[in-house]
């Protein structure tokens, strides 16, 4: 099961709730029993490895540099 994270509308008081996806999205507060509201959060993303280039997702990749200048060379100026 899921973790949400809760705000509380009238104290401020931030907890988390283990629900199934079907449950109903409200909660109230343990603290004073009040509306609260659902807190949204990125999810944390960790690169492990040596790194993470334009080349890993293509299979050719062809440097700008690495071009050749036969544009340049074919057109009289």
Known sequence: MPTYEYECEKCS???ELK???AENGS?????????????FTPPP????GSGFYI???RNSYEHPSDKKDTDKKGKAG
């Open 45 to 48: 993303i960790i690169f492990k």
């Open 13 to 15: 008081l931030r907890f």
């Open 19 to 21: 629900k199934r996806f």
């Open 55 to 57: 080349t890993d997702s």
């Open 27 to 39: 909660a109230l507060c343990p603290r004073c029993g009040c509306k609260s509201r659902l807190v």
